[in-house]
T-cell receptor
Framework: GENVEQHPSTLSVQEGDSAVIKCTYS??????FPWYKQELGKRPQLIID?????GEKKDQRIAVTLNKTAKHFSLHITETQPEDSAVYFC???????????FGAGTRLTVKP | GAVVSQHPSRVICKSGTSVKIECRSL??????MFWYRQFPKQSLMLMAT?????????EQGVEKDKFLINHASLTLSTLTVTSAHPEDSSFYIC???????????FGSGTRLTVV
């Protein structure tokens, strides 16, 4: 089955700096890669996703890149703000209604 | 957008009792529901996948007789934790694939505490 690895587990940046979180996956059939932000005790919130037919997607301060050959994808947050502080999870699935596997999560802290 | 309603949000039960968690898709048909468990400061671990009208598929290490999953209709899936023990205390959350919006929709989660 799919195995998703995520690094780093914790990340601390200064407000205004960029943050990068990286994930790798094992199943070459995976073609849907969402990123979630989770506040404590709440459901994961989708912040951006990418499908295997594109290599990069951007939404304001958030961008995701995908390298299918290397089986890795990354989340980039620019101009970080304190409210970006949360736990971020990457995930992978083959999006044909099959299960989605999560990375271990990254706790991002943005210092004002 | 698609909504999955999950209840209860919090439940405290005594050791040995059973607890049922419901997830309902409110405005779409969820042919497949995924059930996750999340321990504090850990990731979401897939427990099982349920398909409407058929038996659930459990992940390795998840006891199917302990975590009973029923997906009797296209809008309702339930997870029953039977003979709960303190180690079952966790955050349980469901997720459904919404074909129309081409994405996964999560329930709000259930915090289970077994005392």
């Amino acid at each position: 089955g799919e195995n998703v690895e995520q690094h780093p587990s914790t990340l601390s940046v200064q407000e205004g700096d960029s943050a990068v979180i990286k994930c790798t996956y094992s199943d070459s059939a995976s073609n849907y890669f969402p990123w979630y932000k989770q506040e404590l005790g709440k459901r994961p919130q989708l912040i951006i996703d990418i499908r295997s037919n594109v290599g990069e997607k951007k939404d304001q301060r958030i961008a995701v890149t995908l390298n299918k050959t290397a089986k890795h994808f990354s989340l980039h947050i620019t101009e970080t703000q304190p409210e970006d502080s949360a736990v971020y999870f990457c995930a992978a699935s083959d999006n044909n209604n099959n299960d989605m596997r999560f990375g271990a999560g990254t706790r991002l802290t943005v210092k004002p | 957008g698609a909504v999955v309603s999950q209840h209860p949000s919090r439940v405290i039960c005594k050791s040995g009792t059973s607890v049922k968690i419901e997830c309902r898709s409110l405005d779409f048909q969820a042919t497949t529901m995924f059930w996750y468990r999340q321990f504090p400061k850990q990731s979401l671990m897939l427990m099982a996948t349920s398909n409407e009208g058929s038996k659930a598929t459990y992940e390795q290490g998840v006891e199917k007789d302990k975590f009973l999953i029923n997906h009797a209709s296209l809008t309702l899936s339930t997870l029953t934790v039977t003979s709960a023990h303190p180690e079952d205390s966790s955050f349980y959350i469901c997720s459904a694939w919404d074909l129309a919006n081409y994405g996964y929709t999560f329930g709000s989660g259930t915090r289970l505490t077994v005392v």
